[in-house]
């Protein structure tokens, strides 16, 4: 009589765990499509961050590479023609070309940047530090010319 009630009790357990199971697996799933879902809307408003973000940051880096298109160009027009008190030599004219070429790299760097492939921080924070960089050369030129 014993062997009957521990059979019949083993396969009360036995199937309410399989429908346990079973009902653990659908809710998995559909825990799992609500995280999808709340991690794609996560990633929709980190792009739309990013993208005014770096909109902000190409018009400013432009902005900077223009002036110092214009002071290069300004400081190489006065030590031609004779604006300061030393005359245009060879190692002057050197500097003014490499900070011409630096500043055309730093256009191409920002023309060829490409958001999805690269970390904006990183690129942002190089990009910086190059063009504080190429400011502090452009500013040792400038003070030299006296």
């Known amino acids: 009589m014993k062997k009957?009630?521990?059979f019949l009790?083993?396969?009360?357990?036995?199937?309410?765990?399989?429908?346990?199971?079973?009902?653990s697996k659908e809710k998995k799933v559909e825990n799992a499509e609500q995280k999808v879902d709340t991690d794609?809307?996560?990633?929709?408003a980190a792009k739309d961050t990013l993208n005014t973000e770096f909109s902000g940051f190409r018009a400013d880096g432009e902005k900077r590479i223009a002036d110092n298109d214009r002071k290069i160009e300004r400081l190489k027009e006065e030590l031609t023609t004779?604006?300061?008190?030393?005359?245009?030599d060879p190692a002057r004219r050197d500097k003014i070309e490499q900070l011409k070429k630096r500043n055309a790299?730093?256009?191409?760097?920002?023309?060829?940047y490409d958001k999805a492939q690269s970390d904006f921080?990183?690129?942002?924070?190089?990009?910086d530090k190059d063009m504080a960089s190429l400011d502090t050369a452009y500013a040792e030129l400038d003070r030299s010319k006296k």
């Open 105 to 112: 790299d730093l256009r191409a760097r920002l023309d060829k």
């Open 40 to 44: 794609q809307q996560k990633l929709s």
């Open 82 to 88: 004779g604006g300061g008190t030393k005359p245009l």
């Open 4 to 6: 009957p009630i521990y």
């Open 121 to 127: 921080i990183t690129f942002r924070n190089q990009f």
């Open 9 to 23: 009790a083993a396969a009360v357990l036995t199937v309410g765990s399989i429908l346990s199971a079973c009902e």
